[in-house]
């Protein structure tokens, strides 16, 4: 299911349509997927996005290409309908690969095949059992332990850990927005004043 807007600047000639491109990826955090030429020298620019960036790419990429040639019309498709991938990825400057991630298709390995992972990597092993642990299981410490141990376990993690952990933890006498906006040290405080009170 193609999700992402799909939008398209047409020109007459290939210097506005080069200005056009250029306009829409400085402009907004768009994908520039390939140009298709049409007779008499119709040149369309394709760029895929989330609708609000293609929008107004579009909008520079038109001004842009009327500032220095001929333009002849834009337009903006919010979730192209199933089936048009292949107009929509003709002439792409895409792989196939990346056409598969646009379009949230991804190749299914056989269960008995592990992926080829290069040995400069760290190896994961995509097949184990998800073994993901709660914040408290993650970063409180074992029953027992000191006062220094906790605080220094507290200081190597960072503020967003921090206020994923207090969020976890009962007994704090801070919550919400003041989680969010407290600094390091005030979450370190208030951990350690929740745990050795």
Same mark, same amino acid.
Do not use: C, W
């Given at each position: 299911?193609?999700?992402?807007?799909?939008?398209?600047?047409?020109?007459?000639?290939?210097v506005?349509?080069?200005?056009?491109?250029?306009?829409?990826?400085?402009?907004?955090?768009?994908?520039?997927?390939?140009?298709?030429?049409?007779?008499?020298?119709?040149?369309?620019?394709?760029?895929?996005?989330?609708?609000?960036?293609?929008?107004?790419?579009?909008?520079?990429?038109?001004?842009?290409?009327? #500032?220095?040639?001929?333009?002849? =019309?834009?337009? @903006? +498709?919010?979730?192209?309908?199933?089936?048009? !991938?292949?107009?929509?990825? *003709?002439?792409?400057?895409?792989?196939?690969?990346?056409?598969?991630?646009?379009?949230g298709?991804?190749?299914?390995?056989?269960?008995?095949? #592990?992926?080829?992972?290069?040995? =400069?990597?760290? @190896? +994961?092993?995509?097949?184990?059992?998800?073994? !993901?642990?709660?914040?408290? *299981?993650?970063?409180?410490?074992?029953?027992?332990?000191?006062?220094?141990?906790?605080?220094e376990?507290?200081?190597?993690?960072?503020?967003?850990?921090?206020?994923?952990?207090?969020?976890?933890?009962?007994?704090?006498s801070?919550?919400?927005?003041?989680?969010?906006?407290?600094?390091?040290?005030?979450?370190?405080?208030?951990?350690?004043k929740?745990k050795?009170?």
């Amino acid at each position: 299911m193609f999700t992402l807007a799909l939008g398209l600047v047409e020109t007459r000639g290939l210097v506005a349509a080069i200005e056009a491109a250029d306009a829409m990826v400085k402009t907004a955090n768009i994908r520039l997927i390939g140009k298709d030429r049409t007779d008499p020298a119709m040149i369309t620019i394709k760029i895929i996005g989330e609708t609000a960036a293609v929008r107004s790419a579009v909008e520079a990429g038109a001004a842009a290409a009327q #500032k220095v040639g001929q333009l002849v =019309s834009k337009h @903006v +498709i919010p979730r192209p309908a199933d089936g048009l !991938e292949k107009i929509i990825f *003709e002439n792409t400057i895409l792989t196939d690969q990346e056409i598969k991630e646009l379009l949230g298709e991804e190749e299914v390995l056989n269960p008995d095949e #592990k992926p080829v992972i290069p040995d =400069s990597q760290p @190896v +994961i092993d995509l097949f184990e059992e998800d073994t !993901e642990q709660t914040p408290a *299981e993650r970063y409180d410490t074992p029953s027992g332990s000191d006062k220094e141990t906790y605080r220094e376990q507290l200081q190597q993690m960072t503020v967003h850990q921090l206020r994923n952990y207090a969020r976890s933890v009962e007994g704090l006498s801070i919550y919400g927005r003041q989680i969010s906006k407290a600094n390091k040290e005030e979450l370190i405080s208030e951990l350690l004043k929740a745990k050795f009170h």
